[in-house]
């Protein structure tokens, strides 16, 4: 099962701990489902519609550590079985986020990833929130959720 990776930045103070009980409530939502605006050029590249991960490859994490070091912000790890990647046959449920090349699409080139919709709490290990004590943990591990 691969794991992925959301880093939940605080850009308007409201507080880590704060977003992390909206995440643990809602689970990973979009800047839609959230009332957000976002700059036109955003909308265009349709990130008000989309969850975005890192995957656990060199440019994935070097990317995922960036956001982590800049500081005021934390990790949710993502395992869901629902979350493929494309392939040969299927498109896959994530798409490359290539920046500003467009809407997300294909494959990822820079560790990037991003999933249309929104990912329930079920689906994601919260930082600070959840432990591998938490119950269900194994079972969350598999991808399965943790009930």
């Not at 409530?25 to 605006?37: C, D, E, F, S, V």
């Not at 990317?63 to 079985?81: D, H, M, S």
């Not at 040969?88 to 467009?102: A, K, P, Q, Y």
Request: proline share 2%; charged share 15%.
């Amino acid at each position: 099962m691969k794991e992925y990776r959301s880093v939940i930045i605080d850009k308007n103070g409201v507080g880590i701990a704060a977003l992390q009980q909206s995440v643990a409530a809602n689970g990973l939502q979009t800047a839609q489902t959230l009332g957000i605006q976002l700059a036109a050029g955003s909308v265009r590249l349709e990130h008000h519609l989309h969850v975005f991960l890192w995957d656990d490859s060199t440019e994935g994490q070097k990317g995922y550590i960036r956001l982590i070091l800049a500081g005021n912000c934390f990790a949710v790890r993502v395992r869901w079985v629902n979350l493929t990647e494309p392939g040969l046959i299927f498109n896959g449920t994530l798409h490359g986020d290539g920046g500003h090349n467009g809407p997300p699409h294909g494959r990822s080139y820079n560790g990037a990833w991003a999933y249309k919709g929104n990912i329930d709490r079920n689906y994601c290990f919260i930082d600070g929130v959840d432990t591998t004590q938490t119950q269900g943990y194994n079972r969350w591990l598999t991808g399965n959720g943790w009930v």
